[in-house]
């Protein structure tokens, strides 16, 4: 502390012992990136990210996972599971899928997931697989179902085991 507002490095922990979240103060206000660990994931804010660009990304090469601060908590949620799709899905495989494969894939993903705890995306969610689906064959979109509702599957059991979210849909 210094005048009675935190100051420096500060660390937050699980009741475990592991780190919960880590970043520096100034003048008693957040500064800078924040890192914050759930489940064994490295999940860091990214200052750089500003409204109307990316929400995050997956790093494969540092297996983390980047948010962009200052996203309503249902939407930093929403990009948690897409980017942990993208780890799960895209990481050391990249080259297997296109861009536009692996987009609709994380997203529609997210979208399942998200819906399943009662959280509803539709407006965000599908506009974006839309962009990425354009031109799209639709025998392409149909083999992407089996990976959509496997991976979907994985993130729900999940995130129901390391949070307190209910799981609504079986």
């Excluded at 496997?150 to 209910?166: H, I, P």
């Amino acid at each position: 502390y210094s005048g009675g507002l935190r100051e420096g490095l500060w660390t937050t922990w699980y009741e475990n012992g592991k780190k919960l979240h880590e970043g520096k103060y100034v003048a008693g206000k957040e500064f800078g990136p924040w890192k914050s660990w759930y489940e064994n994931e490295n999940i860091n804010y990214d200052p750089s990210l500003k409204k109307g660009e990316a929400n995050g990304y997956y790093r494969p090469d540092t297996q983390e996972i980047y948010l962009r601060s200052g996203m309503a908590a249902m939407q930093t949620l929403k990009t948690i599971i897409h980017e942990k799709a993208h780890s799960l899905l895209h990481g050391s495989d990249s080259d297997k899928y296109t861009r536009e494969e692996a987009e609709v894939q994380a997203e529609s993903i997210a979208y399942v997931v998200a819906r399943a705890f009662g959280l509803d995306t539709a407006t965000f969610s599908f506009g974006y697989v839309a962009g990425y689906s354009s031109g799209r064959d639709i025998k392409e979109l149909k083999s992407s179902l089996a990976v959509i509702e496997k991976t979907a599957r994985e993130l729900m059991n999940w995130l129901a085991s390391s949070t307190d979210l209910e799981l609504l849909v079986p």
